[in-house]
């Protein structure tokens, strides 16, 4: 793999660490507060946050991975999805009863913490990794890009709708996308690390 996705993922990783330290400044208050006024209230947008729902999410990596057991038979992609969305959602949980930051004053508001943004992080995370898993398998370079554009596109919207219904903070949901990112290259650089361990020892 191309050694850029890797710089980008500890750019965000830096881009998340300067957010968690900065959310409660003026100019982060400032930029959550137009943000909300642009976006609040677009209800096309907020139907997309059913897609980042964790019991969605957990249910389509499980079909995820029965697919690659039974089609691809690949353990140690398995082990790729289980660290991405199962140990990804346990970081992001981890994290915000770590930073404790409450969430945005509106009526019949959730009661847990707000930052980062949990589906903005997980939305991610599992949509990337379909994309990832799939593109592994088509031949079609167009057929790839195509497939990551529509991860790309569908993840944006779900973060997007947590600004929308006025659950998260702008800066909770661009901190979820770079932490998540972040997370799911390391993800990457294992599991290809090990793949190319695997084809040296055939070689050799």
């Not at 660290?83 to 409450?102: A, D, M, N, S, W």
């Not at 945005?104 to 930052?115: K, V």
């Not at 167009?142 to 779900?158: H, P, R, V």
């Amino acid at each position: 793999m191309d050694k850029w996705p890797y710089i980008i993922a500890i750019i965000t990783f830096i881009g998340f660490c300067i957010l968690w330290l900065t959310y409660d400044t003026s100019v982060i208050e400032a930029f959550d507060k137009n943000a909300s006024n642009l976006l609040y209230g677009l209800d096309f947008i907020t139907l997309f946050h059913y897609l980042g729902e964790t019991k969605v999410i957990f249910f389509i990596s499980l079909i995820l991975l029965i697919f690659i057991g039974v089609r691809l038979k690949d353990l140690k992609l398995m082990l790729f999805v289980f660290l991405t969305v199962g140990l990804g959602y346990g970081l992001y949980q981890f994290l915000k009863h770590l930073i404790e930051r409450p969430r945005p004053e509106i009526p019949d508001q959730f009661s847990t913490y707000s930052f980062p943004s949990g589906h903005a992080v997980h939305g991610l995370l599992y949509l990337l990794t379909i994309a990832y898993v799939i593109s592994k398998m088509v031949i079609s370079k167009k057929a790839s890009q195509f497939i990551w554009g529509i991860a790309i596109i569908l993840l944006l919207l779900i973060g997007t709708s947590r600004i929308t219904e006025g659950r998260h903070y702008a800066s909770d949901v661009l901190a979820g996308w770079m932490l998540g990112y972040s997370w799911f290259m390391l993800c990457v650089w294992w599991y290809e690390t090990r793949n190319r361990k695997k084809v040296n020892k055939k070689t050799h």
